[in-house]
């Protein structure tokens, strides 16, 4: 029988955590960018309060950092990681009514960051949804994906 | 000072978790979905596993599922709920070389479980991308949304 | 297409968190019990310490009662529970070079709490096992099981 | 034996997560209060920051609600409780050098949040020690105590 | 006074987390195994559904590698590990008419990944009993051992 | 713009968990101290308690241990961090009528261990509160401070 090419899977179907300890240790870098789509009005609250009080990217930033250390326990198969560095980033984006959200997250270790990227980001635009809703339920969360990866066997990997 | 009509800030825009004591305890409906869109290998790589062994769809279920239930912890300001049902189903969508997933939260309680749905849709679109990154590094989260509320004071609200 | 007898599963095999919505809330009370089988000297040694210092039972006490607040973490398809009591009763058996292990777990609520006791149980003789595993790495956990259950629709219910 | 005046121990000295299930749910309250003492120099920091950017009271204020939260999970005999508001409140004090939190914990059930405002309190100021020890690691918090608390059995209570 | 040769607790008897940043970093594996026993009617639902739909096992299996990664939460004095392979496997026993589970645990690190395996294979067994508990309430759960360990100081162990 | 020196915040003034990528892994200990004071006779049913049934101190050091693992998802710009020691030393000061508590974290890494040892202490405190409230509402927790701080850049710290 074949392995599967997805590797959760071993040569049987089984999930499994794949084994990493024999990879070395590298530089790990992934970065992940998702939006969120809403009312003219509601971009409007959310660039109010930046500015003075009611900061709802504060909090969506923060939401979002703690998720990248939760990875391990929400993504069934994913490794734990002691990541090193993890920043968020949001902008808002007048002409599109959207803020948009880059996450990057960095460890030195044996396997990638990604899904620490990808997660933090998810959970950041969710954040902003729930600080919302009240005045927006229809807000859409778009385009969430991986943009950058650096470090490991697979080397620089970049997308749009 | 006029409250913002941002509810989990107070009049001096502090965050709270807002007060929910005096609302009446109701039956409570969320149902979220979203998509993640792929290269139609990938896609039939997920079909492949659904039928036979590796099965990615199984295990990003039981993924929503339990992210469901930690929502409180990944959401600032979400009230801890005790949910009485979670259900996700994913659909394949040839045509659009995409998973479908929807989910549906429900409680009896004081406030709503749309972060709830909205959450586990996320995490379960997410554990896809994990497991399929191997092959396919460009997928794409897309039109994560609430699609319809029941309960509570605001009553029965149908996105699309 | 019969429904499972398994109701973790919908008619098409799906697994979700039933609905317990339209339960009747009422008093509810699980116990549990299981034993680590070890070593005569082992069993001395945590005999020694109960008495005076190194007190293995009284830490297992406490890992039990807090995983049984974690269960909903832990078995995917539980549902979150409000607790309203958990107590642990080690018991040393001299004649069986054991630890014996009994949890009752009780609630009020829409959906019984055995999943509750026996997860307790099983990391209360698990953390014995941590606490002893220096001295005697051949310990064994035996006979983890439901021996009582009562409200609910089901009824009352006893094991052995 | 009589029983001791620690209702967290039963008659034989056994620690338990005590038996709630009889009381009846009333709305309840708890207040709890901490300072953090700190260099002239590092408040005028943490003023600047509130005003404008680098806003350590905003992240501690965060950090305090979601503590509240996973009271149950750290305190080891408490019960699991379904909080129905949560704010913290943080007053910088020029005479003291010194940041004043007060934190207010609701719930509507069967026992006290007195834990719920204390550990929410607890970690806001560790938080704040956090983001200015690279400037000043002599910071020290006092005063950490309940100031009041409604509903329940013992009625209302107040310390100062 | 004479150390307690249980190393978890100092020489005055009190628990702590033991010192282990004087250890070497080497790679080291654990497999643990346990069983759970039920009724040949119950047996026969869990092999339909690995088959075809309602897959127990798969669930199970997703349970197992979550739970190893908690073992630090659970366990109190359990180093927290970073785990870089986990793999849960089952296998029917109809002569027996049990299920029995096998989980191997590895990391590169200061300390073994016993209690990591043990409670993996723990969670993943109560995962069993809680989907088939409402046809089946006297599973047991039997047999809970460690059977190989490898790495660190003290070697290569095996138990039966 | 010059960055701040609140190292927590980039130079525009966002929150970020800081990189520590190119910090050397070295040795690091943290002590860390506070008190609980409390009426006379809480304190006496502390000690009676201590040497015979009903171990109020032996329960606050297991929460003291297991926090000092959790700081990471408690505090938010924390790393998460592999701790190789904890241990906590709780002293009963009838003078004072107070209980002292003393907590050590250590951690081979890139990055201090002083907010897990903070943490740690604060939760312990915490327990005491919490087992001793039905008898003395009115304790307080004060002076909890660093002490002591070995490892990395900044080289040994000691308050007092």
């Known amino acids: 029988m074949t392995d599967s090419p997805l590797t959760h899977f071993d040569s049987t179907g089984q999930a499994?955590?794949?084994?990493?300890?024999?990879?070395?240790?590298?530089?790990?870098?992934?970065?992940?960018?998702?939006?969120?789509?809403?009312?003219p009005e509601t971009l409007a609250l959310i660039r109010a309060g930046s500015a003075s009080k009611g900061d709802v990217l504060g909090i969506a930033r923060i939401a979002a950092i703690q998720a990248a250390k939760r990875t391990g326990e929400l993504i069934p198969l994913?490794?734990?990681?002691?990541?090193?560095?993890?920043?968020?980033?949001?902008?808002?984006?007048?002409?599109?009514?959207?803020?948009?959200?880059?996450?990057?997250?960095?460890?030195?270790?044996?396997t990638g960051v990604e899904m620490e990227a990808l997660t933090a980001a998810?959970?950041?635009?969710?954040?902003?949804?729930?600080?919302?809703?009240?005045?927006?339920?229809?807000?859409?969360i778009d385009n969430l994906?991986?943009?950058?990866?650096?470090?490991?066997k697979s080397g620089h990997w970049q997308g749009n």
Chains 1, 2, 3, 4, 5, 6 share one sequence.
């Open 78 to 110: 994913c490794h734990p990681i002691a990541l090193t560095r993890v920043a968020a980033e949001f902008t808002i984006d007048e002409a599109a009514t959207a803020v948009h959200c880059e996450v990057t997250a960095e460890c030195f270790g044996r």
């Open 145 to 152: 994906r991986l943009i950058e990866k650096k470090g490991g």
């Open 16 to 39: 499994h955590m794949v084994d990493v300890g024999a990879k070395t240790e590298t530089a790990r870098i992934a970065r992940a960018a998702g939006s969120i789509f809403m009312q």
């Open 122 to 140: 998810s959970i950041g635009l969710l954040t902003i949804y729930d600080m919302c809703k009240a005045v927006d339920r229809g807000m859409r």
